[in-house]
């Protein structure tokens, strides 16, 4: 079994490599639940650990960086399910714990399973939670942990609850989805909206609070974001190298 709440402490077998997914419990538009980053972040880690238990305890991966995954599958622990998100502090249903509570949580969280864990990967679904996530997983390296992490993005994809978010979530949770009160809020690209977030929040920005435009997404196309997360997520696992952050990087990206 890969699921570790499920599963009773005998069969816990020795020195597994863990997947531990981060999401948030914030604002994700009219139309999805604040519960979106968690189910994405979750969803993709039982992909992954599927994916990388296959292969290597099939021996089809010569040089997988799952070290202990061989005769055993890759485990998935609970989600996270409270992030930083300060940003969407402006709606209700919002709770957020902030980068230092989220950071200390992430730290507690690998010393404990360094215990009896081999390799502990972190797979976030909220780009909030990237500077927790840093500041934990670098402090953990630093103190000779096997620890790292990877997030769920894809190239090209909408900043917040738009297109790429409702695709996704369509795939896979479609009875949380409100298709009916989805509306298109600030359109432009993260990039340029980031400076404006972090001085205003998310509401002042987007009374909606979707940045992007959800009209024409699908569970289709969900399937095929969802597909790409895990692709690059399992890539990275395998065969990246972190930086001095702890994050993934894919094979040949520069430190």
């Keep these: 079994m890969r699921d570790l709440a499920g599963a009773a402490w005998p069969e816990v077998r ?73 940003e ?7 709770i957020s714990i902030g980068r230092d509570a989220l950071e200390l949580v992430l730290v507690e969280t690998v010393r404990s399973l360094a215990l009896w864990a081999g390799r502990i990967v972190f797979v976030n679904g909220h780009g909030g939670n990237a500077a927790a996530l840093d500041a934990a997983v670098g402090r953990m390296r630093a103190e000779g942990h096997d620890a790292a992490w990877t997030g769920c993005g894809v190239p090209g994809g909408d900043a917040h609850a738009g297109f790429t978010e409702t695709s996704v979530m369509l795939r896979l949770a479609p009875d949380l989805v409100r298709p009916s009160r989805a ?18 929040g998310v509401r002042d920005v987007s009374p909606s609070g979707v940045l992007g435009d959800p009209a024409g ?39």
Aim: a neutral charge; aromatic letters at 2%; zero cysteines.
């Design 14 to 86: 020795e020195r597994p490599p863990v997947l531990v997914p981060v999401g948030s419990t914030e604002q994700h538009g009219p139309h999805l639940p604040l519960n979106t980053d968690t189910v994405i972040a979750r969803a993709v880690a039982e992909r992954v650990a599927d994916d990388l238990g296959a292969s290597v305890s099939g021996a089809s991966v010569p040089g997988a960086s799952m070290p202990g995954a061989a005769g055993g599958p890759v485990l998935v622990a609970p989600a996270v399910a409270y992030g930083s998100s300060g």
């Design 183 to 200: 509306v298109a809020g600030d359109t432009r690209p993260i990039a340029e909206l980031l400076p404006e977030l972090v001085a205003r």
């Design 217 to 255: 997404a699908s569970a289709d196309r969900g399937r095929e974001i969802v597909d790409a997360m895990v692709a690059a997520a399992v890539r990275r696992i395998r065969f990246g190298r972190a930086d001095a952050r702890g994050r993934l990087l894919d094979p040949g990206a520069a430190t």
């Design 88 to 94: 969407h502090a402006g709606f209700p249903g919002t």
